[in-house]
């Protein structure tokens, strides 16, 4: 499975953004497969920020998204699904990588154990400004 995340750019604090995950190669449907978005912020480690799984009605957010992101599918395409962000801080600043597992249901494991998640985007670059 190939992950492509196109979308991203430059934005000011509190504005919205949405950007998207693009999914091909072996039969895909999101309804099927479990779906997240990690960010990796300038000179940090990678942190997770939220997994779904929509046959089984799971959602696993951060805390620190909580309530400001929204994981979602897009209705026109089985392969592609996108990440609402409302109220953006300059702390969200980062490059955002969706990835893609056909098993690990969204929970702490998905935070902890992201070595256990099969694809991966290449990733995209988000700015907010203050």
């Known amino acids: 499975v190939q992950l ?3 979308g991203g750019g430059l934005v000011q604090a ?3 953004l949405r950007i998207y995950c693009a999914a091909s190669g072996r ?14 912020p300038p000179g940090k480690e990678r ?7 929509w046959s089984r009605n799971i959602t696993y957010y951060a805390d620190a ?13 089985e392969s592609v699904f ?3 962000m409302n109220s953006l801080k ?3 600043t980062a490059l955002y990588y969706c990835a893609a597992d056909p098993a690990l249901l969204p929970s702490p494991r998905w935070a902890t154990r992201p070595e256990l998640i099969s694809d991966w985007g290449q990733g995209t670059q988000v700015t907010v400004s203050s």
């Not at 309804?31 to 990796?40: A, C, L, N, Q, S």
């Not at 942190?47 to 799984?53: G, K, L, Q, T």
Request: aromatic share 14%; net charge negative.
């Open 47 to 53: 942190e997770f920020d939220v997994a779904i799984s």
């Open 27 to 40: 039969t895909f449907n999101t309804y099927h497969t479990i779906m997240g978005w990690f960010r990796r």
């Open 82 to 84: 996108l990440l609402q």
């Open 90 to 92: 300059p702390e969200d």
């Open 65 to 77: 998204v909580k309530l400001r992101f929204t994981i979602s599918r897009d209705s026109a395409s």
């Open 4 to 6: 492509v995340e196109p």
């Open 14 to 16: 509190v504005d919205p």
